[in-house]
């Protein structure tokens, strides 16, 4: 199930949909996908999660459904548009160990090569900017997926949620 054009689930065991919160009004809008927490200082308002954050609960990938009953979302502009949650509005928080999901390669750090990086086994991390960063499971950090595989000529990530 996709829900823009760089973010979907493949299985749904053991999902969990957090409470709706809202993002930020002003700024970048968060693509959907991207790894968030809920703000300290400001709560009920979700931030781009930081990679000093290990999962849990409050921490997730945000996920956004643009749908009214009309079938359009009237605060998107362009299609693009479809691939972020837009400004100020809520979104959700979904977490669960063994949920498979897939995303493009536009969720990943720019510095990631998905096709000398990114091979089954390796983790993924925030990396503080909206996006995902490849880490090495011997270091002390705690991933957040692990990649299961990946296709360079179509830039598809799948990964399983380990929280």
């Not at 053991?14 to 919160?21: C, D, G, P, Y």
């Not at 970048?28 to 200082?41: L, Q």
């Not at 979700?46 to 990679?51: D, F, I, S």
Request: no cysteine.
């Amino acid at each position: 199930m996709s829900y823009s054009r760089n973010f979907g689930f493949r299985s749904f065991e053991n999902i969990v949909r957090n409470a709706r919160f809202r993002v930020p009004a002003t700024g970048t809008p968060i693509k959907i996908g991207a790894p968030v927490s809920i703000d300290g200082s400001n709560p009920g308002r979700l931030v781009a999660a930081t990679e000093a954050l290990a999962p849990g609960t409050g921490k997730g990938v945000v996920l956004y459904e643009h749908i009214l009953k009309t079938g359009v979302d009237t605060s998107v502009a362009v299609p693009e548009d479809f691939d972020f949650v837009p400004l100020d509005a809520y979104a959700q928080v979904v977490s669960g160990p063994g949920v498979k999901v897939w995303f493009k390669s536009g969720l990943l750090n720019a510095g990631v090569d998905i096709a000398d990086d990114i091979d089954p086994g390796v983790g993924l991390v925030p990396d503080g900017a909206g996006k995902y960063r490849v880490t090495d499971l011997l270091e002390d950090e705690v991933s957040w997926f692990i990649v299961e595989q990946s296709n360079a000529s179509t830039g598809v990530v799948e990964a399983r949620i380990t929280f």
